[in-house]
């Protein structure tokens, strides 16, 4: 249980894992996660699952190097298990045949994004995707969001597709075309100013968050953020909220309040193991 089936190196410190896990693939939907730890001394992380083949019992998670743990989990071979995998947790994305749907991925959130837009292609909608990366070789997963929807690249030195940030991407694709929604997920400073832009053109605009998380299930109150006023946890009330509800600014500044210890962690972990292969 939890083999790692099959890992495979996408993009530069982001790898792309099928996990045996028959119960995750049967019940994962678009938008839930899984809290996993590598063994018992080791911290519990949340992450996205990107796809499921339950027939096979596998679902996939793709993840980018950030720490201690990710790099960790990037030193793991085919074969090898996970100790803990739970879920799926929070709450599936709300599909539904909206119409026209612009959804914008940054980083490994392109991943995130992934089985929602295939949900939204099976309900009916028309859409288009916007992927966003520094460079042309920090873009994930081209091809298979070209097979289900229009696809508009975007690197910051322009390395592929439009010089520019997604926001660029947004703006442009605003002014040509009527959507009816947008989803938004990648760092959470993306989102933030995904979020003014969708606003300022009147398109309601969904978010994945992602912010510090112990437990998964509503107990530990770390994931708690702001959302319209209110009190949320991100494990339980999400992982998905309206952007025009979510307090950005508070959320920044939480992420940050561990990064020095953090920092420490990953330097005393990189001491003692090799590089991410």
Not at 166 to 194: Q, Y
Not at 205 to 214: A, G, H
Not at 243 to 262: I, P, S, T
């Amino acid at each position: 249980m939890n083999e790692i089936v099959k890992k495979v190196k996408i993009a530069e410190d982001v790898f792309d894992f099928w996990i045996h896990s028959p119960s995750v693939s049967k019940e994962a939907r678009p938008g839930q996660f899984v809290v996993i730890r590598l063994h018992e001394k080791g911290e519990r992380i949340p992450l996205t699952v990107a796809d499921t083949k339950p027939e096979e019992g596998l679902f996939r998670m793709v993840v980018k190097v950030v720490g201690k743990t990710t790099h960790e989990l990037s030193l793991k071979k085919e074969g090898d298990t996970i100790l803990d995998v739970v879920g799926p947790l929070g709450n599936p994305s709300e599909i539904e045949n909206y119409g026209n749907v612009l959804l914008v991925g940054g980083g490994v959130g392109i991943a995130t994004l992934y089985p929602i837009a295939k949900a939204l292609k099976e309900a009916g909608n028309n859409i288009t995707t916007v992927l966003g990366a520094r460079t042309k070789d920090y873009l994930i997963m081209v091809d298979e969001f070209k097979e289900i929807s229009d696809v508009l690249l975007v690197t910051d030195d322009g390395s592929a597709g439009m010089k520019g940030v997604v926001t660029d991407a947004m703006d442009k694709l605003f002014r040509e075309r009527k959507f009816d929604i947008c989803w938004a997920v990648g760092p959470t400073i993306m989102m933030k100013f995904c979020t003014l832009k969708a606003r300022e053109f009147g398109v309601p605009i969904w978010v994945s968050l992602n912010p510090i998380m112990v437990d998964g299930t509503g107990m530990c109150g770390a994931c708690r953020v702001t959302v319209s006023g209110q009190i949320k946890f991100a494990c339980v009330d999400g992982p998905e909220f309206r952007g025009e509800e979510v307090d950005w600014d508070e959320l920044l500044k939480r992420l940050a309040q561990y990064r020095e210890q953090e920092k420490i962690s990953y330097e005393r972990f990189l001491k003692t193991a090799g590089e991410s292969e």
